[in-house]
């Protein structure tokens, strides 16, 4: 059974950084794809990163590329979002999920079978 737990949100002040986790207690990994997803308040829920189930490819949303990197621990069963050049506009709440092999596109959230609970990201400018 897959179980996903974030940790790693804070209070941060705009240009600084933060490393989110996501740990999959079922230990399952090796045979998931993780992705992480925001939302804020008012707005609906938006792609964030992803890794493939390989761990060879990861994604990005386009507002994110080169201020945050996507790496997992098969070891460790977790997955890490490292997040720098942090911006208000990041606010948000984080979330990390796990989809299941197949044919699909990581950028979807309905592609996901298992999500976290969430950890909030508050950058202050």
């Known amino acids: 059974q897959v179980q996903l737990v974030e940790s790693g949100g804070g209070l941060v002040q705009a240009g600084g950084s933060l490393r989110l986790s996501c740990v999959d207690s079922?230990?399952?990994?090796?045979?998931?794809?993780m992705g992480w997803f925001r939302q804020a308040p008012g707005k609906q829920r938006e792609f964030v990163a992803a890794?493939?189930?390989?761990?060879?490819?990861?994604f990005y949303a386009d507002f994110v590329k080169g201020r945050f990197t996507v790496s997992q621990d098969n070891a460790k069963s977790t997955s890490y979002l490292q997040m720098n050049s942090l911006k208000p506009e990041d606010t948000a709440l984080y979330y990390c999920?796990?989809?299941?092999?197949?044919?699909?596109?990581?950028?979807?959230?309905?592609?996901?079978?298992?999500w976290g609970q969430g950890t909030q990201v508050t950058v202050s400018s």
């Open positions: 890794v493939s189930w390989s761990g060879g490819t990861t």
């Open positions: 999920a796990a989809s299941t092999p197949r044919i699909a596109n990581l950028r979807r959230s309905d592609v996901y079978d298992y």
């Open positions: 079922g230990r399952t990994f090796r045979s998931l794809a």
